[in-house]
């Protein structure tokens, strides 16, 4: 529930205008809360705060929303960093706490938090994918995947559940930006991350990369299991080493979803064990999440010689390995087009998609 605004001045005109635009909404008004001039009586015992109006009213604009979901918005709470429920800004109240503010002029970060915590319920609601029937398929082998994260569900899907299991590892590894990105991506629709840019950091800083993607120590640790393991660099042999006719191409989430799904996991985190939340989200968001334009983080300069140097370091440990590999060790080099990268903190986009997944509720009944 929400942590209300402060509660106005009980027959003040003030909270009668506040009550009056409470209902305006309600009934899906998009009059802004300064052009707004209406008077009604008072339906609660507090009046909803200021994030959860403009952002009911946003939804508004945006085609509307269910009562129920109306009052989902009303009532959530704003989590994560930032400000408490804010109140309307001619509204008296107890003169403790933040200043009132104009809804309209909150920055879209504050919307989000709130958006987050009506989307994260919607995603335990869904809980995670049931477990596929069947016998495992006598013809054909079984087989492990690790490595890219991304490049590692489309493995999974080609092989489905029936193939997946004891059998030979299967390392798939793409240029290391793209692993990276893929990493961070993954990560925020399993337990959530650091931002982006704190991400990186956090791994330029410690000298290391991100254990699955460090395919050398991922190949070596498997080096001895039953069935081997191959390192594949080469997207076209993938189908072949995995013994399927066709790899669905890889679903690669923009920075706005990403960083969407981040905040989200925050939140799920909060709501179901742990030992859950994982399951949730890449099971009920990942492949629900609708797509948009915004391409996927890309690193920033001030990371690229770090990025250039640890690829050249696994080229080389993957040139001297004493296991398959299947492709051009330097297939590893990072890219790094130089294409416009995703702005760090997209936060209009990420305000955009919220409002898009909750005013079209069919998010939650298909994968896309």
Not at 3 to 30: K, Y
Not at 334 to 352: F, H, M, N, S
């Amino acid at each position: 529930m929400s942590h209300a605004a402060a509660a106005p001045v009980a027959g003040s005109p003030g909270a009668a205008r506040a009550w009056g635009w409470v209902a305006h909404l309600r009934d899906g008004g998009t009059t802004p809360w300064s052009a707004w001039t209406g008077e009604a009586p008072a339906t609660g015992r507090v009046l909803p705060g200021a994030q959860q109006l403009e952002l009911l009213r946003r939804l508004n604009l945006a085609g509307g929303v269910a009562p129920d979901v109306a009052q989902r918005v009303l009532t959530a709470a704003a989590p994560g960093r930032g400000k408490p429920d804010l109140a309307l800004v001619g509204v008296p109240g107890s003169g403790y706490g933040p200043r009132p503010v104009d809804p309209a002029t909150l920055p879209a970060d504050e919307l989000v938090r709130v958006a987050t915590s009506v989307l994260a319920e919607d995603v335990v609601r869904l809980g995670p994918a049931r477990a596929a029937r069947g016998l495992p398929r006598p013809w054909g082998q079984h087989h492990r995947v690790a490595g890219d994260p991304v490049l590692a569900v489309a493995a999974r899907e080609a092989l489905g559940p029936r193939r997946l299991g004891r059998g030979p590892m299967v390392v798939v590894g793409a240029p290391l930006d793209q692993m990276l990105a893929d990493v961070w991506t993954r990560r925020c629709f399993e337990r959530g991350s650091f931002g982006w840019p704190e991400w990186l950091r956090f791994w330029q800083q410690r000298g290391q990369l991100p254990p699955r993607i460090d395919l050398p120590a991922v190949a070596e640790r498997h080096a001895g299991s039953p069935g081997g393991v191959r390192v594949v660099l080469d997207p076209t042999a993938l189908p072949h080493a995995l013994g399927v006719r066709r790899v669905p191409a890889p679903r690669r989430p923009g920075a706005d979803a990403a960083e969407l799904a981040r905040r989200i996991a925050t939140v799920v985190g909060v709501l179901v064990p742990t030992d859950e939340r994982a399951a949730l989200m890449s099971q009920a968001l990942w492949p629900r999440i609708p797509r948009t334009t915004m391409p996927q983080v890309s690193v920033p300069d001030e990371h690229r010689e770090w990025v250039t140097r640890a690829a050249e370091r696994m080229t080389g440990r993957l040139q001297r390995a004493g296991y398959p590999v299947v492709g051009d060790p330097a297939a590893v080099a990072p890219v790094l087009t130089g294409e416009t990268p995703a702005p760090e903190r997209p936060d209009a986009a990420v305000l955009e998609l919220a409002v898009r997944m909750l005013v079209d509720d069919d998010w939650t009944k298909e994968t896309r």
